[in-house]
């Protein structure tokens, strides 16, 4: 049997960062230490580094996003970077998207725990809810998939001109690169590399932003798009 890691005591920098919200960025700390792991939806190993490597590292993703607008983290797993994002910006309406179950139940507990009123989660495949989903202005993600097939589910629930924020590595320009034509035929008009988290985290995190013009995800997913909304006002009207 595997001893239990202990969480260590959260840094200063939490403190500034999560502000009147610290006490439930470190009871989800707690969670993600406990639960998280007991539920195999994080390794025992990302304990002592949680606080780094994981919730401020997320955290400062608010500094790009902007005020008010509607979010969507596709495949949010255990909750990273969508509930510490929640916990910074609570002017955010925030969507958790998530195909498997025994994570929706582990992310419903959190938001229902931390009051996050501001903070849904749903159960499905970002290709599955489109067209139910109401397009939102900015898409997140994190360690989910290369970015041309992360941007394949993630662009199509953007609204016109939205964009989607994905926390990468080192790779980043490398994926943009490599990503150029799949990005392009999704509709998207620009790409860069930005660096968040000065004086909070070391390395700073590093966020590829992908924005989309007028038809997120191209032509093939407008039209799939469309057929969703006449399929959903033919249902409303029965």
Not at 33 to 50: C, N, Q, S, W, Y
Not at 62 to 73: A, H, I, K, L, R
Not at 172 to 186: D, M, P, Q, T
């Amino acid at each position: 049997m595997t001893a239990e890691v202990e969480l260590p005591q959260a840094p200063e920098e939490a403190r500034a960062v999560f502000g009147e919200f610290f006490p439930e960025a470190v009871r989800y700390a707690e969670l993600l230490a406990d639960a998280g792991v007991k539920r195999g939806l994080i390794g025992p190993r990302e304990v002592p580094r949680l606080w780094e490597r994981h919730l401020l590292n997320c955290a400062v993703l608010s500094e790009v996003v902007p005020e008010g607008v509607t979010v969507c983290d596709v495949g949010s797993g255990a909750g990273l970077p969508g509930i510490p994002l929640a916990l910074v910006r609570p002017d955010l309406k925030i969507t958790l998207l998530e195909p498997l179950l025994r994570r929706t139940n582990f992310l419903q507990e959190v938001v229902e725990l931390l009051g996050l009123d501001h903070v849904t989660v749903v159960r499905g495949r970002a290709e599955e809810v489109l067209g139910s989903l109401q397009p939102v202005h900015v898409v997140t993600a994190r360690a989910v998939a290369p970015l041309d097939r992360l941007a394949g589910w993630g662009v199509p629930l953007l609204r016109p001109y939205g964009e989607m924020l994905a926390l990468k590595g080192d790779t980043a320009e490398e994926e943009i690169n490599g990503a150029r034509a799949a990005l392009s035929k999704l509709g998207v008009v620009e790409t860069e590399v930005l660096h968040v988290g000065e004086g909070v985290v070391e390395p700073m995190s590093t966020v590829v932003r992908v924005v989309v013009g007028e038809s997120p995800g191209g032509v093939r997913f407008a039209a799939k798009r469309a057929k969703a909304a006449r399929a959903s006002r033919t249902r409303r009207r029965r």
